[in-house]
């Protein structure tokens, strides 16, 4: 069955470094989103991408984050100068369809700033 | 603003039935996800309602009245699996997921 992918499962981090996320999603699938979820909270939007540029944003998603689909199979996520409130799971999700609620979530990566 | 409300945690016993409620004030409505999550993974679609009435998918129904801004999850003939959280999210008028969340499924022997 395909499935979203992402690496790395956990990373550990200093403050003030940059970090990035890989997703490789679902090949047939041309709607990417980034959510995380910070220990015990809700699930909170972060950015959705089409055809190779941000389709929506959330207040979360400041300058400090980026996102990218350098090649056709990876999307990534970026964090230029981490943060200690950044220390959360980070889950990429695609869907085949546009507007939906129907997502595939990768297993997520967990990032903790020291 | 936006908002869903579920409870916190629940407790049910193997082999028993479970109803989870979900209520939902939201710009817009495209439609309302329930999505399973154990603990450290991802969440998993579990189900999908756009229309009132009752959606059944084996062991797991869901239900929705939008005139009441209201939702359930029955999950029946309960299993240790199931054991876990339980997320309802609802599709607003930008087509934006709003997240509950979560109501944490405790099951006993």
């Known amino acids: 069955e395909p499935e979203v992918t992402q690496t790395p499962s956990h990373q550990v981090t200093q403050m003030g470094q940059e970090v990035i996320l890989r997703c490789v999603p679902i090949s047939n699938h041309l709607y990417f989103y980034w959510y995380r979820q910070i220990l015990g909270q809700k699930v909170e939007f972060l950015v959705s991408f089409y055809n190779n540029e941000i389709s929506e944003k959330s207040e979360i998603f400041d300058d400090q984050f980026s996102v990218e689909r350098p090649d056709g199979s990876n999307f990534t996520l970026k964090i230029r100068s981490t943060k200690l409130e950044d220390s959360a799971m980070y889950f990429c999700?695609?869907?085949?369809?546009?507007?939906?609620?129907?997502?595939?979530f990768g297993e997520g990566s967990r990032l903790t700033v020291l | 603003g936006q908002n869903i409300d579920q409870p916190t945690e629940m407790t049910a016993t193997e082999g028993a039935i479970v109803q989870i409620n979900c209520t939902y004030q939201t710009s817009g409505f495209n439609g309302l996800f329930w999505y399973q999550q154990h603990a450290g993974e991802a969440p998993t679609f579990l189900s999908y309602n756009v229309l009132d009435g009752l959606e059944e998918k084996g062991r797991f129904s869901s239900f929705l009245s939008r005139s009441k801004g209201y939702s359930y999850l029955l999950l029946k003939e309960l299993q240790m699996k199931d054991s876990a959280s339980y997320l309802c999210a609802v599709l607003d008028s930008n087509y934006q997921l709003i997240w509950g969340a979560g109501t944490k499924l405790i099951i006993k022997p």
């Open positions: 999700a695609s869907s085949s369809r546009e507007n939906t609620g129907e997502l595939f």
